[in-house]
């Protein structure tokens, strides 16, 4: 009878990515996946180390696991990713429920890992992460007709507050023939919608080209069949080039969303940072961006209480998004990181202030955000259909505005029956805090 075996994936859509390689290898090799920890034989866990919260939730979860075990219902357990491979040997030490603790660099060898583990033998193993795959196949675990496209391993850009440097090592590209052969087999295979990351996105090919080449690599993806929607996440403002917007411009494959983490406003502590630009340097570049893409969604990310944040640096930020109005947003609590230079900032702020400016910041962007959508009252949008909600007898999806996992709703009625993937066009008519509220005027099936 075939060994069972649940993932729980942490974290990034990267993260996941790394994880859906795993399994594949696994099921390749005989074992049966399951959705559920509790239905397992095996649990792995692929765990997050980026922030406090994130390495709170790992640890939480490791321990939930470890009572499966004692209880019988689980035999093995074992761990990875970010959060092992930042602490490494102190993790195994601390978790001895866990029967394999396995570095990023080492989870290409997942098969053999956990064959060894069955035959009762713990692993602890470090290769470099410098191994770690950039390519491979996958089971998808999204739903069917989207999926990640992950470019890039690593960063190189040293954010004075940010471990992922430490943890996942330089900026690696994988080369453009391998990540166009996994899109058209991932297009071959039903996906619709790709959604393309890296830690640093607009950084692609830096490494292995001389230069940048995103824009290429987007151009090649709306070549290929079957893709409706390409999105890209994560590109830093310094890496906003023309040829990226003019692509994105003309593609219409390419959904007009840029996510462009800028962290803050203030030079000086964009500078304390180690990021690019100022209040002015910015406000130029959105302008510019949405003079070169008309209706372009722009998203950010924040982080306030960073150390010697004071209340003027703060409020220069809250004006800041009154102006710029991005359509979406996301803002976090400054968390010191132990092993960033950050970290040994004199000027360390108190988890309740930087909490407490986060959510002003996300009470400002909430009014932002409703004002946006009840401009949208009675447009008529394409979505994509995610499922159905049986509590409020709707249809919900997504638009192209919004990106899977981080941005909001919409959702709608229909006279027709559809089906999960399929694209509709949806007359507005209500707003929802950050989601819309919709008909379906046209069913793409019944063209």
Known sequence: MAIKVGMVSLGCSKNLVDSERMLYKLRSHGYQLVTEPGLADVAIVNTCGFIKSAKEEAIETILELGKLKDDGTLKKIVITGCLVERYKNEIAEQFPEADA???IGNTKDIVDILDRVLADERCVCFASKLDAELSGERVLSTLPFFTYLKVAEGCSNCCTYCAIPMIRGKFRSEPMEDV???ARFLAENGVTELVVIAQDTAQYGKDLYGGPKL???????????????IRTLYCY???????LLDVIAREDKIVKYLEIPIQHCNGDILSRMNRWGDAEKLEALFKHIREKIPNVVLRTTLITGFPGETEEQFNELAEFITRVRFDRLGCFPYSCEEGTKAATFPDQIDEETAAHRADIIMEQQMLISCENNEKLLGAELEAVVEGFDKFGECW?????LDAPDIDGKVFFTSEEPLEIGQYVTIKITDTLDYDLIGEVIINESAK
């Open 101 to 103: 603790v396995v570095g």
């Open 237 to 243: 403002p310094e890496r906003i080039t023309d040829e």
């Open 180 to 182: 166009l052969k996994e």
């Open 215 to 229: 824009a290429e690599l987007l151009t090649e993806l709306c070549k290929i069949d079957g893709l409706k929607w």
């Open 396 to 400: 919900f999806g997504r638009t192209p």
